[in-house]
């Protein structure tokens, strides 16, 4: 069955089409930085053209597509997306794309979509109940129950950068306290590393993003900081493993999974080192003994969220 | 459809005859304090056969036995349950039982059948994701996802207790650290209570317990110590509900649950005020604005883990 995912960010949306297991096209663009809704439904169906171009098809030869998208979904409306121009009221995506296309559309919670990439076609084949967590700018979460998405009685489910690991600690980008997002991602790394700075800190990632000529501390970023031996990114960068452990064992021990995915920007760039230190920092906090779960790496690197979608999509051909 | 359920407990067994949803027998049994798991067995089959006689049946009027037992069950076995004698070591509780009964068997764990007792015929009903928890001696949670009990891959699902809400913080039972059950479980807290007591603070519980002649601060001894105005035990319930509703809101972050049922013999003791407290300590905590979940009291009492596994046993008729 031949099927087209879609992964919509707040950078870029990315399109595969998926012939059974294999991909066998490929498309990017640029997800609108400004405009309206209608901007980006319109970006939306050109990435899916490019990718059916890519692959030497045209869309009457595929049967539905998928999309993840960020924000809660809700049948086939999304909202509460603040990253996507338009996307942080609720409306429905799944008509609008329908219309554009001509062809039925699945959508899906991106971390949800990435998490059933790994699931079916990367690192956690063979398993029932797993959570994936991606660690990047920010931290998300995709469950796994039974075999099937677990997408929550509203669409909000895997909130797992909202764990809360520390009542009254550190503040996280949404504004509540203690969650595993404050600690963890690397908008928070960042502003965390702003505010040593200016407290007088020593800290060279502000020099490596000059270099790099990035507006942001992306994870390359944070990756050169630490080989110059950066402390302070040393110091950041333990506390979101600690963050991580914690939050990620509560997952497991209310679960019970089988299996936990590590993958996302982050993680990619630190490698097997950053998996082993979250698996030793979840360690003591699981309650199965012997813990019965294992981690593995993220296997789809940036195309897991566009693969997944198009594997829900044939749910709906 | 009629079926019988039995509840395992550490000091109790008690058992109903479910007639479609109604009990029409009741009967109840101390648990022995020690002997093997043969006389674990013996009792259960008898503590079904005087509910069977309470309904004036015989066996031959039901067609199966669900039994909620302590412990971590996988098909039709059970162990890891330090309250039972002869449960710590796995065995092959179901067949056991079959063969005392001549009726199929369904084991399920205690707190999950307490959870679907309360999803099908008590403060859940309507809703397709839940998490019961219950606040005693310990502090157990048990899911209903997607409108079916979660056991998680191991059987070893719902360890609401063993969430990581402080590392580094008190410790639980268990011998973890920073786990919810570390503050908010009966046990817990009367162990806090005697580490205050020997530092030498004030405190009526121990009075209350030798008045009441308990061996242990019961729910029924907290209440009183709290009804004579203790600080001690006040700030020791303010503890526990502030760690109960970090754990809850952490559980409801990642899986975007409908309902909280929240039951147990402490919470039952301090009644709609306790419900509202809890609720009110998980809120600030919640990822969804407005939260999209509900807070209600379970409404089985003592006999929703009986007729929870009774309501399973009908998956083995």
Same mark, same amino acid.
């Given at each position: ?9 707040g ?42 171009d ?27 997306a ?17 219309? *554009? $296309? +001509?062809?039925?559309?699945? @959508?899906v919670? %991106?971390?949800?979509?990435? =998490?059933?990439?790994?699931?079916r076609? !990367? ?7 797993l ?26 489910a ?19 306290r ?20 200016v ?12 270099e ?12 050169? *900081? $630490? +080989?110059?031996?950066?402390? @302070?990114?040393? %110091?950041?960068?333990d506390? =979101?493993?600690?963050?991580l452990?914690? !939050? ?55 195309d ?9 999509a044939?749910?709906?051909?």
């Open positions: 069955m031949r099927t087209i995912g879609i992964d919509l960010g950078t870029n949306a990315s399109a595969v089409v998926l012939d059974d297991e294999r991909t066998i096209g490929h498309a990017k663009r640029k997800t609108p930085a400004d405009g309206g809704r209608d901007d980006v439904v319109a970006m939306l169906a050109k990435v899916a053209r490019d990718a059916l890519d692959a030497d098809l045209d869309a009457t030869e595929t049967v539905a597509v998928g999309v993840g998208t960020p924000g809660i979904v809700v049948g086939s409306t999304v909202g509460n603040s990253n996507v121009p338009g996307f942080d009221e609720r409306f429905d995506l799944g008509a609008a794309l329908e219309e *554009a $296309l +001509e062809l039925p559309i699945r @959508l919670n %991106d971390v949800t979509a990435a =998490a059933v990439g790994e699931h076609l !990367g690192g956690g084949v063979g398993v029932d109940d959570l994936a967590v991606f660690v990047g700018t920010g931290v998300g979460g995709g469950l796994v129950l039974r075999g099937e998405p677990y997408e929550g009685a509203h669409g909000g895997g909130e797992f950068g909202h764990l809360v690991i520390r009542p009254g600690g550190a503040a996280c980008p949404g504004g509540r203690g969650g595993g997002a404050a600690y963890a991602g690397g908008r928070a790394m960042e502003q965390a590393a702003e505010r040593a700075r407290a007088g800190t020593p800290t060279v990632l502000f020099e490596v993003m000059e790099k000529g990035k507006q942001r501390a992306t994870s390359g970023v944070f990756k050169t *900081a $630490l +080989e110059r031996g950066d402390e @302070l990114v040393a %110091d950041l960068i506390d =979101a493993i600690e963050a452990g914690a !939050g990620i064992a509560s997952a497991v021990n209310l679960l019970d999974l089988d299996l936990v995915v590590i993958g996302g920007g982050l993680a990619d760039k630190l490698g097997a080192q950053f998996l082993d230190r979250v698996d030793a920092a979840a360690r003591p906090h699981l309650f199965r003994s012997p813990p019965a779960v294992e981690f593995v790496a993220a296997t789809l690197g940036d897991g969220g566009a693969v997944g979608a198009a594997l829900l044939r749910e709906v051909a």
